[in-house]
C-alpha cells in the first residue's frame, strides 16, 4: 500500500474535475516530436495486443506520440491533447517527475490512461464499487488496485463494461 499517498497527491487530475485531457483549437499541428519515446514503447504495444484481444480489431496508436515532459501542471501524471478539429492531432504528455516513483503496473496504467482519452476517446469514469474505482479511467490513478484487477480493468477500457470487474471484487470480499 506504500503507492497510496503518493498517487492520491499526484492524480491524473485534481479533485475538483480538472481534466487531463485538454482540446486545443488550431489550424496547425502544433507537436514538436512525432515520434514517441522509447520508454513507453512497450505500453503502446501491449494496448495494441489487449485491444486484439477483446475486441478482436486491429488499432494502431503509433500516430499518437508519447513523451516525457516537465511543464504539466503538477498534479498531473500525464495527459492527453487533442488538436484542431475533428481531433486531427493528438499527443500524451507524460510528467517525468513522477515516472521513476511508479512501479511496471502503474506506468502501464497510467498509459492506457491517456490512451483511453487519445486513442478510444474516453471521457473520466469516477464511479466506484465497494470504494473500488471501476474504471481505469477515473480521474485519478486508480494505483495498487490495478495490480490487482488489471484483467479486468483491460476489460472494461476496451468495452466500457465494469461487471467483470464488480463480480471479482464481491467473489474476493465474500471469500
Ligand atoms: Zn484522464
Not at 499518437?64 to 478539429?85: D, H
Not at 476517446?121 to 490487482?148: A, L, Q
Request: glycine content about 4%.
Amino acid at each position: 500500500m506504500k503507492f497510496i499517498g503518493i498517487l492520491l497527491l499526484i492524480t491524473s487530475c485534481a479533485g475538483n474535475q480538472v481534466n487531463d485531457l485538454f482540446k486545443i483549437n488550431t489550424d496547425s499541428d502544433p507537436r514538436k516530436t512525432l515520434t514517441t519515446d522509447d520508454a513507453f514503447l512497450n505500453y503502446i504495444a501491449d494496448f495494441e495486443i489487449d485491444y486484439a484481444y477483446y475486441l478482436n480489431a486491429e488499432i494502431n496508436v503509433h500516430d499518437i506520440p508519447i513523451n516525457f515532459t516537465n511543464e504539466l501542471e503538477k498534479e498531473y501524471l500525464g495527459a492527453c491533447y487533442y488538436y484542431g478539429e475533428k481531433r486531427k492531432w493528438k499527443e500524451i504528455k507524460i510528467n517525468t517527475k513522477y515516472w521513476t516513483n511508479l512501479d511496471e503496473q502503474q506506468r502501464k496504467a497510467l498509459i492506457y490512461h491517456e490512451l483511453g482519452h487519445c486513442a478510444l476517446n474516453r471521457e473520466h469514469k469516477d464511479d466506484y464499487h465497494r470504494s473500488f474505482p471501476v474504471s481505469i479511467m477515473n480521474s485519478y490513478h486508480i494505483g495498487v488496485n490495478y495490480e490487482k484487477y488489471s484483467g479486468e480493468y483491460d476489460y472494461e477500457l476496451f468495452t466500457h463494461d465494469h461487471s467483470e470487474l464488480t463480480q471479482s471484487i464481491d467473489k474476493d470480499l465474500e471469500l
